[in-house]
């Protein structure tokens, strides 16, 4: 296999922090518990996971900005510690939201400070720089000031900003979080001609369709650990496969739920409140098993609604992150 444009083994990363009065309370969250990943040169690989599963973190490190508790990574070959300065120059980052810019000055001189910052030679550094407002929808308003910006200006100058020194490899950290429809699918639009490009992709995300839509591979993190890495059809067949039932009525009984449960082919059953209604969501493996076979499982219930639909990447998505132990 050609090398690893990232590689990843026992990676932890341990947050202490002050709190209570005088600060005397140490408290320590552990963002990453041994995380190994690989991936490979020209990939756009996915990551997701719930709020505070470690995402961000991860990308910080594999970007050089955090330094990691034990484990090791390396990134396009090189040691994300020990070879931090060669590495940043071939890396680019792009965390979501709306910090990092200089808001008084407008987006042009935003990305001359980082061109300076990236060493890029002063007779280049214009024409990249429009270039670049250009590629991501902002050569009309490179002048104006980044205070004036909505956010997905804001949004747009951040991936301009870490594509400015045309990096190898690219860390997106939720790169369309807030912006609208529109907005969000010209991004998507903008990371696939990287790809097509060559640019190896890192991407995090919590649009399960955005994920399906893009990505290669997808690694689910949960609590600081990888729990299932593969492609999208390789998590649906981890999960219990391409069928999915959803069964609408009102007031179900444990025993009705065990009944379903005890079907030959379900693999999981999973309830939800809709205001009075319930939703009974089944995994179901087996070819076999019909729609007809579950609604007799539940009699004395002349409003219920079965139906079947395909296993969505947000079911596999809850599946994983669910039967995670606390
Ligand atoms: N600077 C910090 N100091 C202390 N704890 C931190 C710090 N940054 C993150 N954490 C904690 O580390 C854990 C992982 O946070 P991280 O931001 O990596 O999660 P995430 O997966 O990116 O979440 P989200 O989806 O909300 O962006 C969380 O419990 C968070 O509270
Ligand atoms: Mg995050």
Redesign the pocket.
């Known amino acids: 296999m050609v090398d690893a444009a990232i590689s990843v083994r026992q990676l932890t990363?341990v947050?202490?922090?002050r709190k209570g009065f005088l600060f005397n309370e140490v408290?320590r969250?552990e963002?990453?518990r041994g995380v190994d990943l690989e991936i490979a040169p020209g990939e756009l690989f996915g990551l997701l996971?719930?709020?505070?599963?470690?995402?961000?973190?991860?990308?910080?490190i594999l970007s050089t900005l955090l330094l990691p508790s034990s484990g090791s990574a390396r990134v396009l070959g090189l040691d994300v510690v020990r070879d931090a300065p060669r590495l940043r120059s071939r890396i680019g980052l792009v965390l979501?939201g709306e910090r990092g810019l200089y808001y008084r000055v407008s987006g042009r001189e935003n990305l001359r400070y980082f061109a300076d910052l990236y060493g890029i030679p002063r007779a280049e550094r214009e024409s990249r720089i429009t270039e670049m407002l250009e590629r991501v929808g902002l050569g009309a308003a490179g002048d104006q000031r980044v205070e004036e910006y909505s956010r997905g200006m804001k949004q747009k100058l951040h991936l301009a900003r870490g594509l400015l020194h045309q990096p190898e490899l690219l860390f997106l950290?939720?790169p369309t979080i807030g912006l609208d429809p529109k907005s969000a699918r010209e991004t998507r639009k903008f990371v696939r001609a990287l790809l097509s490009e060559g640019v190896t992709i890192f991407l995090?995300t919590?649009y399960m369709f955005e994920a399906e839509e893009l990505c290669q591979r997808i690694a689910v993190?949960s609590k600081?650990k990888i729990v299932a890495t593969d492609s999208v059809a390789g998590l649906r067949q981890l999960v219990g496969g391409d069928r999915t039932f959803e069964i609408d009525g009102y007031g179900f009984e444990d025993a009705e739920l065990a009944r379903l449960k005890a079907l030959a082919g379900v693999s999981r059953v999973v309830t939800e409140e809709f205001g009075p209604r319930l939703r009974i969501t089944l995994r179901v493996q087996s070819p076999e098993l019909e729609l007809d076979r579950v609604a007799r499982a539940l009699p004395g219930h002349p409003e219920l609604e079965v139906r079947e639909r395909r296993t969505a990447l947000e079911d596999i998505y809850l599946d994983l992150v669910e039967e995670e132990p606390a």
Request: net charge positive; hydrophobic share 20%.
């Open positions: 990363r947050y202490s922090s408290t969250t963002a990453l996971g719930p709020n505070g599963a470690g995402k961000t973190t991860l990308a910080k979501g950290d939720e995090t919590h993190l600081g």
